[in-house]
């Protein structure tokens, strides 16, 4: 499986951003799909995920209410809609998948990661 994320680049804060990440290979469309990011010097960190029909997702409290984790099984891939952008979001923003059927938070339930794209929100 590979995850290929994009959609990263410079903002403002206040503005809004749309990640993708579209799997190729020997995808499974029921899994369930994370977004991690990791900003300089601090540890990689749960953002959003989302189950394998869609159905349920889950958000750090950080991100509530301003990110949205979608998906469109039919072309493999997941979508991260940010908004009211900080400048404390600026990171690398990962996507990854498990072949568990739960919704986790921790990194090391992932097996499957996309290289990242870099999120970079301006004061």
């Known amino acids: 499986v590979q995850l290929q994320a994009s959609g990263g680049g410079l903002v403002r804060t206040g503005g809004s951003l749309r990640l993708s990440c579209t799997a190729s290979?020997?995808?499974?469309?029921?899994?369930?799909m994370g977004w991690f990011r990791q900003a300089p010097g601090k540890e990689r960190e749960f953002a959003a995920g989302i189950s394998g029909s869609g159905g349920i997702t889950s958000y750090a409290d950080s991100v509530k209410g301003r990110f949205t984790i979608s998906r469109d099984n039919a072309k493999n891939t997941v979508y991260l809609e940010m908004s009211s952008l900080k400048p404390e979001d600026t990171a690398v923003y990962y996507c990854?998948?498990?072949?568990?059927?739960?919704?986790?938070?921790?990194?090391?339930?992932?097996?499957?990661w996309g290289q990242g794209t870099l999120v970079t929100v301006s004061s």
């Open positions: 990854a998948s498990t072949p568990t059927p739960f919704l986790l938070r921790g990194a090391s339930a992932y097996n499957y």
């Open positions: 290979g020997r995808t499974s469309r029921n899994c369930v």
